[in-house]
């Protein structure tokens, strides 16, 4: 298995994952012409991430194919008195193919996401686990913290 960070060539692979990790649990049926409206999209803010590096994304492959990935947004905090350029890393999107899952591909995904994360000297990550996963991001050596607080806007997503 080869763990790296994302490149331009793997843009079309990624969208389409992205399409397969949001849609493979929903209970409803998207209006036609969904996929062909999301992936222009989807491509234009891989794009856009990766040229100016506010996003990071990072993948598993197995034989040139993508089994696994992460993606991690670095947010530039207010500058304080005693750090003036200090990040966060922000996790999201985090998703293995079915057919690597419980294989540890995942788990050893995000230890390089968090390596990177170190060497880059980003203050925390933080991420909204997915409902039944949080154990999976426990046992990554994150802790839950239930000082945060969220205000659900769109309850449509």
Same mark, same amino acid.
């Given at each position: 298995?080869?763990?790296?960070?994302?490149?331009?060539?793997?843009?079309?692979?990624?969208?389409?994952?992205?399409?397969?990790?949001?849609? *493979?649990?929903?209970?409803?049926?998207?209006?036609?012409?969904? !996929?062909?409206? /999301?992936? +222009?999209?989807?491509?234009? /803010?891989?794009?856009?991430?990766?040229?100016?590096?506010?996003?990071?994304?990072?993948?598993?492959?197995?034989?040139?194919?993508?089994?696994? $990935?992460?993606?991690?947004?670095?947010?530039?905090?207010?500058?304080? +008195?005693?750090? /003036?350029?200090? *990040? !966060?890393? !922000?996790?999201?999107?985090? !998703?293995?193919?079915?057919?690597?899952?419980?294989?540890?591909?995942?788990? @050893?995904?995000?230890? $390089?996401?968090?390596?990177?994360?170190?060497?880059?000297?980003?203050?925390?990550?933080?991420?909204?686990?997915?409902?039944?996963?949080?154990?999976?991001?426990?046992?990554?050596? /994150?802790? $839950?913290? +239930? @000082?945060?607080?969220?205000?659900?806007?769109?309850? *449509?997503?």
């Amino acid at each position: 298995m080869n763990y790296r960070q994302a490149t331009s060539n793997d843009f079309a692979s990624l969208a389409q994952m992205r399409w397969d990790f949001r849609t *493979e649990m929903l209970t409803r049926t998207l209006p036609p012409g969904t !996929y062909e409206a /999301f992936m +222009p999209v989807m491509l234009e /803010f891989l794009e856009q991430a990766y040229r100016n590096g506010q996003w990071v994304m990072w993948l598993a492959e197995e034989n040139g194919v993508i089994v696994s $990935h992460v993606y991690i947004e670095r947010i530039r905090k207010v500058p304080r +008195p005693t750090s /003036f350029d200090c *990040e !966060y890393g !922000y996790l999201t999107n985090m !998703y293995t193919v079915p057919a690597w899952r419980g294989k540890e591909v995942g788990a @050893e995904l995000l230890r $390089h996401a968090v390596d990177w994360a170190r060497e880059q000297k980003l203050e925390m990550i933080i991420l909204w686990p997915a409902k039944g996963r949080e154990a999976f991001y426990q046992r990554g050596g /994150f802790i $839950h913290e +239930p @000082e945060a607080m969220s205000q659900e806007l769109d309850e *449509e997503r």
